[in-house]
């Protein structure tokens, strides 16, 4: 028995084998090597051997060291070719050391790929994902992966492997979204492939079981990985992928950066023709935690911020981090994104709703006691004056902020009081703020002021407007007295032209309405002839006499 056993294997420091050294060597040319090297270096008897990061740790080996007790013979399947294929590799168990060897077996075990089942070939998979380097350098993967895009693509309407192209974010798009997040385009048959490519493919539950690296090979090989990505169907999946990816607790979420760049890259081009700006919130609030990078977040956030005026303060409340509530950072940013793009082309409409979406996002962030005064500010102050017709808004926000920070200085208060305009506040709202204890006086004696200014001006224009308005009636009566002098001045007989006169216009008005009502009366007999000139062939074809 013990010259049965004289060779010591360790395999990734974890479990020992104690195997036979003639027979393992005499398929494998690397522990061929590996024992003659060891003898050189340590003369002693029953020495053994380390071997790290065997494909399969202790039970691919134990698989391998079947196969070499057997004579050179094991059975496969999907479950254990992959680890027996890369084992053999490692190994070094090819035709040179022993006739039909293991590698050769494995070899010939995998050109029936073309007959296994999908649940096979993912079983292999996700096997590989124990030995990725190795199953990769191999290309097993890019094998297994082949010939599961050729399922795919012969069981679906629209094939992967072409890939369905995005369609451009610079298609008109209907207002309205739909729950999922997602837009229809105005174009038919932009709309058919929305409705094709945008529900639930078969495949998808399936290949969310495949981890990080393997989905990303997945992707590497259809060539649509990170900006390449112009597959609208692959888009689709990596959101359904990260979305189910997520709902792990243990997620190691740094290996899903690449995936998370390639699928935000996907949405860009796709914009606002497929997405809207709640589903846009949606893919930010996915990918953000998942390694994205800076170039794709500002992307995103670019095309958010040009549809800002379409969002909603449940949209804009992403929730944010280092103590603070919510991401008032990103709000910035998005306005920012707004106001700078939309340039001199922005309507008032659109600018005034932005308006009052932030002045409900402040009062939202208001209470935060670890909100900064110049990030309140910078919300505040981010939107130019005409985004506004009333800051009451604005004050009942400021108001608040105070109320939760009361060890603000006077000099701090009053920076912020400069947020508002005053001109722009209610009479009962500058009424309150004048008697607000939190409010400095200094700034209550502006406001008022404004007020009072305002006031005189609408003053003046009210007394011009009615001034003017006198005007007018003046002129309309003394208009209408020389009418009725003229008249009272003619004699019978030239009363009686004039009267004649007018009738005879109107009767020239009349005729002249009456040949309008012919001709177009004339235009209708004339369609409705060429209409039953019209009959149907025997074939139910149309057919023009």
Request: hydrophobic share 40%; glycine share 8%.
């Amino acid at each position: 028995m013990k010259d049965l056993c004289d060779l010591k294997v360790q395999i990734d420091g974890q479990h020992t084998f104690l195997v036979h050294r003639r027979v393992l060597c005499s398929f494998s040319g690397r522990l061929k090597k590996m024992v003659k090297q060891e003898r050189r270096r340590c003369q002693a008897k029953g020495s053994g051997l380390n071997i790290m990061e065997f494909p399969g740790g202790p039970e691919g080996f134990e698989l391998v060291s079947r196969f070499c007790y057997n004579s050179g013979r094991i059975t496969m399947s999907p479950a254990n070719v992959s680890v027996l294929h890369c084992g053999a590799i490692f190994l070094e168990m090819t035709e040179e050391f022993s006739t039909c060897n293991l590698l050769r077996q494995t070899d010939t075990f995998l050109e029936d790929l073309f007959y296994w089942t999908c649940g096979d070939i993912l079983m292999a998979l996700r096997i590989c994902e124990l030995f990725f380097s190795i199953a990769d350098s191999c290309g097993l993967i890019v094998k297994l992966i082949t010939s599961l895009l050729a399922k795919i693509s012969a069981s679906s309407e629209v094939p992967l492997t072409l890939g369905t192209p995005l369609p451009s974010s610079s298609s008109s798009s209907c207002p309205s979204p739909d729950t999922s997040g997602f837009r229809c385009s105005s174009s038919t048959k932009a709309l058919e492939t929305m409705k094709t490519c945008f529900t639930k493919e078969w495949w998808f539950d399936e290949l969310t079981l495949l981890g990080p690296n393997i989905v990303e090979k997945f992707v590497r090989i259809l060539g649509a990985y990170g900006a390449d990505n112009k597959n609208l169907i692959l888009t689709r999946f990596l959101l359904y992928y990260l979305k189910e990816a997520v709902k792990n607790p243990t997620l190691d979420k740094l290996q899903y950066g690449g995936l998370a760049d390639t699928v935000v890259h996907g949405v860009v081009l796709m914009g606002r023709s497929a997405f809207s700006c709640r589903g846009l919130f949606w893919v930010l609030r996915l990918v953000s935690g998942l390694g994205l990078s800076k170039e794709s977040r500002y992307k995103l956030e670019r095309l958010m911020g040009l549809m800002l005026d379409q969002a909603t303060l449940d949209d804009l409340l992403v929730s944010g981090y280092d103590g603070v509530v919510y991401d008032v950072n990103l709000a910035l940013r998005l306005v920012r994104v707004f106001v700078s793009e939309g340039g001199g082309g922005m309507s008032l409409q659109r600018m005034k709703k932005v308006g009052g979406l932030v002045d409900k996002y402040l009062g939202e962030i208001s209470p935060d006691q670890s909100l900064k005064m110049s990030k309140f500010l910078g919300v505040a102050e981010s939107l130019p004056d005409s985004a506004r017709d009333c800051f009451d808004g604005v004050y009942r926000a400021l108001d608040i902020y105070l109320e939760s920070h009361p060890k603000l200085s006077i000099e701090e208060r009053m920076r912020l009081c400069q947020c508002l305009n005053y001109e722009k506040l209610t009479l009962e709202t500058c009424k309150d703020l004048a008697k607000n204890k939190r409010i400095p006086p200094g700034v209550a004696v502006q406001a008022l002021a404004a007020q009072q200014s305002k006031l005189r001006r609408k003053t003046i224009i009210m007394d011009r407007l009615d001034t003017a308005a006198s005007q007018r009636l003046v002129m309309r009566t003394a208009g209408a007295e020389a009418e009725r002098a003229s008249l009272e001045s003619l004699d019978d007989k030239d009363v009686l032209r004039l009267n004649l006169h007018r009738v005879q216009n109107r009767v020239m008005e009349l005729e002249k309405e009456c040949r309008e009502m012919k001709g177009q009366m004339s235009k209708m007999v004339k369609t409705k002839a060429i209409n039953s000139s019209c009959h149907y062939s025997s074939r139910g074809m149309p057919r023009l006499c």
